[in-house]
């Protein structure tokens, strides 16, 4: 995951008990079961991760192997909970899922290369870094994905359990990264995402 580490934590909380959901509906007890613990595993660190009133710096840290593996864990229950006769999910459920990394990512991905850098460089242009540059702490900018990354993986599930239609929710994921992407260009353009107005990590 590209993000730091409490909000990368947090996101793949979301998005693995999202899965635990979806497999208890669809009776897979076994993918339910180590889902859980997972994320079990996941909400342990995010606690020891965040900063509180009793904790003013982060206790441990994720990493690239941490991240690493969480988004293998997470991809192989994507793909292994949407196919077959039995799947709970469809595909497209997954982009709800992680609605907000696969936004970041994506409009890098476009971005960058745009202005002349490669699209994974390390810069100050992700999501998290733009909303702190506009003002909000890393607490506040932190919780603010929680809750949107909450509300889209509430939103993928609403859609697998009323087996809303795959195109019509994949036109709407379109729908809504169109509209990322405009306010992520209108910030560009007020100078907003720049390193040179680099912003504290939301660890």
């Known amino acids: 995951m590209c993000f730091s580490g409490g909000l990368a934590g947090g996101v793949a909380l979301i998005a693995l008990s999202a899965l635990a959901c979806l497999a208890h509906m669809g009776g897979q007890f076994v993918h339910r079961d180590v889902l859980i613990v997972l994320s079990l595993c996941v909400m342990c660190f995010v606690f020891v991760n965040s900063r509180t009133p009793w904790r003013s710096r ?3 840290f994720m990493g690239d192997a941490g991240s690493m593996f969480l988004g293998f864990a997470i991809n192989w229950f994507f793909i292994d909970l ?3 006769v039995e799947r709970v ?3 497209v459920t997954a982009l709800c899922l992680l609605l907000i990394p696969l936004f970041d990512t994506v409009w890098l991905l476009f971005k960058r290369p745009l202005s002349g850098r490669w699209p994974t ?3 100050h242009d992700h999501i998290h870094h733009v909303l702190q540059q506009c003002g909000l702490r890393a607490a506040t900018t932190t919780v603010l994905l929680w809750i949107v ?3 889209a993986a509430a939103t993928g599930i609403l859609g697998a359990v009323f087996k809303v239609n795959e195109a019509l929710q994949f036109y709407g994921f379109l729908a809504l990264f169109a509209a990322y ?3 992520m260009g209108l910030f ?3 100078g907003f ?3 040179r107005l680099a912003a504290q990590p939301a660890d």
Do not use: E, F, I, N
Request: aromatic residues 0%; without cysteine.
């Open 58 to 60: 982060a206790s441990v």
């Open 89 to 91: 999910m469809t595909p």
């Open 149 to 151: 990354a909450a509300l």
């Open 188 to 190: 560009l353009r007020k």
């Open 193 to 195: 995402g720049s390193d």
């Open 82 to 84: 949407s196919q077959g």
């Open 181 to 183: 992407a405009v306010v």
């Open 121 to 123: 460089a390390a810069s």
